[in-house]
T-cell receptor
Framework: DAGVIQSPRHEVTEMGQEVTLRCKPI?????LFWYRQTMMRGLELLIY????????DSGMPEDRFSAKMPNASFSTLKIQPSEPRDSAVYFC??????????????FGEGSWLTVV | AQKVTQAQTEISVVEKEDVTLDCVYE???????LFWYKQPPSGELVFLIR????DEQNEISGRYSWNFQKSTSSFNFTITASQVVDSAVYFC??????????????WGLGTSLAVNP
């Protein structure tokens, strides 16, 4: 079975440019998460969706960050304009319903973003 | 508040040694879940195990074993006869069952394990 698929795997962009990260969750999963990982702050949850609806975006650092999930099989995380401090690994993850049956989160391979 | 503490920042062992990674958690939930993830040098996050709070049985999977003790709020991970391929950062995480913030995973800061030949 295909896991969580993210693109691009690596991106280097100049400060001020728009960055769009893409994610395809595991088919049938109800929840989708966007995480950011940095050396200084570790893993941070940015936002998560349930059935395509954003549930908690309190982790989104600034208005420069936005996330959408137009359908069950696709989500984007956009940074506009990008800044050097946004350099990090961005993980997309998905899970079945949050409860006793299946709340294990499966991660994609990450998108390594460098803003210069 | 929920919290996960992995006190060991870095561990270095020689191949074939046994190594235990510690994880201590705090939660007020009566039902919760504990996880271990592995992050090898290639960067992906790999799910290893999930444990429910009402199941205190220890688990063994090959060279990996997990010791869950509610009395000490610990969920330790042991690798027996370590191998170089075990070199990675290992994360312990906690989640609750209820609504709201309990849908988030609370992560430890990770333990970096280096297994040397």
């Amino acid at each position: 079975d295909a896991g969580v698929i993210q693109s691009p795997r690596h991106e280097v962009t100049e400060m001020g440019q728009e960055v769009t990260l893409r994610c395809k969750p595991i088919s049938g999963h109800d929840y989708l998460f966007w995480y950011r990982q940095t050396m200084m702050r570790g893993l941070e949850l940015l936002i998560y969706f349930n059935n395509n609806v954003p549930i908690d975006d309190s982790g989104m650092p600034e208005d420069r960050f936005s996330a959408k999930m137009p359908n069950a099989s696709f989500s984007t995380l956009k940074i506009q304009p990008s800044e050097p401090r946004d350099s990090a690994v961005y993980f997309c993850a998905s899970s079945l319903e949050w409860g006793a049956r299946g709340n294990t989160i499966y991660f994609g391979e990450g998108s390594w973003l460098t803003v210069v | 508040a929920q919290k996960v503490t992995q006190a060991q920042t870095e561990i270095s062992v020689v191949e074939k040694e046994d190594v235990t990674l510690d994880c201590v958690y705090e939660t007020r939930d009566t039902t919760y879940y504990l996880f271990w993830y592995k992050q090898p040098p290639s960067g992906e996050l790999v799910f290893l195990i999930r444990r429910n709070s009402f199941d205190e049985q220890n688990e063994i999977s090959g060279r990996y074993s997990w010791n869950f003790q509610k009395s000490t709020s610990s969920f330790n991970f042991t690798i027996t006869a370590s191998q170089v391929v075990d070199s990675a950062v290992y994360f312990c995480a906690l989640s609750g069952k209820g609504a709201g913030n309990n849908r988030k995973l609370i992560w430890g800061l990770g333990t970096s394990l280096a297994v040397n030949p």
